[in-house]
């Protein structure tokens, strides 16, 4: 192998590489505030229509574009939502804990991991959609989804 094949091939290898992790650098340098809000929006609907599928999710964006970066939070460099996102059951014969467990279920099965659950509340995370608290009530039977979108760089700062 020639010295010129050689290192043509050390830069294609590296172009490669480059390529890669490219694809693979977080979400949070790729995606726009609104981006990562209506990403979460669109999951925490998903997850409530998976458990009622006649479900016509009201959506509150409670908090848009908070400060999240820096030291202590404060810095806008990068900013967060706050979204609550809600849903009664129509079907008046479900239970509370039957709904619960399949909250639970269709989180896991949507790649979110579970970081905590009581009292019908199961605190989840999930890698390019922030984190949520997803609280399931009893009169009426009833999802409420209230999370934070990623934390993602500010096009404006």
């Known amino acids: 192998m020639t010295i010129r094949a050689f290192y043509g091939r ?29 990403t979460l929006i ?10 009622f599928p006649d479900a016509d999710p009201l959506v509150v964006v409670q908090a848009k574009d908070a400060p999240c970066g820096g030291a202590v939070g404060t810095d806008h460099s990068h900013v967060e939502s706050m979204i609550n996102v809600h849903s009664d059951a129509t079907d008046k014969s479900l239970t509370s ?22 009292e019908y509340v199961a605190g989840a995370k999930r890698e390019g959609f922030g984190g949520i608290s997803a ?14 979108t990623e934390c993602v760089k500010n096009p404006d700062a």
């Open 10 to 38: 050390a830069l294609l290898a590296l172009l490669l590489l480059t390529g890669v992790a490219a694809c693979t650098n977080g979400s949070d340098t790729t995606m726009t505030p609104e981006q990562s809000r209506q």
């Open 42 to 51: 669109a999951e925490a609907k998903a997850i409530i229509q998976a458990v």
């Open 97 to 118: 804990d039957a709904v619960f467990t399949k909250v639970v279920a269709t989180l896991k099965q949507r790649g979110w991991t579970i970081n905590y659950t009581q």
């Open 135 to 148: 609280g399931v009530g009893d009169s009426p039977v009833g999802i409420n989804i209230s999370g934070d």
